[in-house]
């Protein structure tokens, strides 16, 4: 798992916890950093060393790495994707940017909300032996043999577990509509979160 990775499913499981419905609104930059996931009281579950350490795991998420979130205006998340790439980045950016909101992705948000035994945040136990200087490196664990089982649908809204097996019109949980929308243009099967069709690029409008 990776450190943005890891961010991203306490951020999600913290607001969860704490105010659902604002799970696939636009959150502003400092709410994020001061109030949802604080690093002094977040910062053993992180695994990490130092406030500049999440810093630059904050930048990465809110540069779109990995397709866990956007961030609006664009020019500013493409600021913070070319500060990234930068040999030192200064992170900085993050402070004179704090009118910046980042929405989370839908399905990424369902997944984090989706228990999984590999998402576990415990440190991971790559080392073993006593000795100082004389460690050595673990045998990898199989794989387990049966088969990964297909993931539970969930709400596009708030993230809610919808009954399997049959016809969903509707979220039992916030009331939202489950129904694929279609693009304008052309009439192919689009996301809710998407803002243009791959099939034609037409813009489409939001949920």
Not at 81 to 88: D, H, I, K, V
Not at 111 to 137: I, Q
Not at 152 to 172: D, E, I, K
């Given at each position: 798992?990776?450190?943005?990775?890891?961010?991203?499913?306490?951020?999600?499981?913290?607001?969860?916890?704490?105010?659902?419905?604002?799970?696939?609104?636009?959150?502003?930059?400092?709410?994020?950093?001061?109030?949802?996931?604080?690093?002094?009281?977040?910062?053993?579950?992180?695994?990490?060393?130092?406030?500049?350490?999440?810093?630059?795991?904050?930048?990465?998420?809110?540069?779109?790495?990995?397709?866990?979130?956007?961030?609006?205006?664009?020019?500013?998340?493409v600021l913070f994707?070319?500060?990234?790439?930068?040999?030192?980045p200064d992170l900085?950016?993050?402070?004179?940017?704090?009118?910046?909101?980042?929405?989370?992705?839908?399905?990424?948000?369902?997944?984090?909300?989706?228990?999984?035994?590999?998402?576990?945040?415990?440190?991971?136990?790559?080392?073993?032996?006593?000795?100082?200087?004389?460690?050595?490196?673990?045998?990898?664990?199989?794989?387990?043999?049966?088969?990964?089982?297909?993931?539970?649908?969930?709400?596009?809204?708030?993230?809610?577990?919808?009954?399997?097996?049959?016809?969903?019109?509707?979220?039992?949980?916030?009331?939202?509509?489950?129904?694929?929308?279609?693009?304008?243009?052309?009439?192919?099967?689009?996301?809710?979160s998407w803002r243009?069709?791959?099939?034609?690029?037409?813009?489409?409008?939001?949920?």
């Open positions: 798992m990776t450190d943005v990775e890891r961010f991203f499913i306490l951020l999600v499981r913290n607001l969860a916890g704490t105010d659902p419905a604002r799970l696939h609104q636009p959150l502003p930059l400092p709410y994020i950093r001061d109030s949802i996931i604080p690093y002094r009281a977040n910062r053993r579950a992180l695994q990490l060393e130092s406030s500049e350490d999440y810093e630059l795991v904050l930048l990465q998420l809110c540069a779109g790495e990995a397709g866990f979130a956007t961030t609006e205006p664009e020019e500013v998340r994707a070319g500060e990234l790439r930068s040999t030192n900085s950016i993050l402070h004179r940017h704090e009118k910046a909101v980042v929405t989370l992705e839908a399905s990424r948000v369902a997944e984090a909300l989706d228990p999984k035994p590999h998402r576990s945040f415990a440190p991971p136990a790559d080392r073993v032996g006593t000795t100082p200087g004389l460690e050595t490196e673990a045998p990898p664990k199989p794989a387990p043999a049966e088969p990964h089982p297909e993931a539970a649908p969930h709400c596009t809204r708030c993230g809610g577990l919808l009954p399997a097996g049959r016809a969903v019109n509707f979220c039992p949980h916030c009331g939202r509509k489950q129904a694929h929308r279609r693009c304008p243009a052309c009439a192919s099967e689009v996301e809710p243009h069709c791959v099939t034609c690029g037409a813009h489409v409008s939001g949920n």
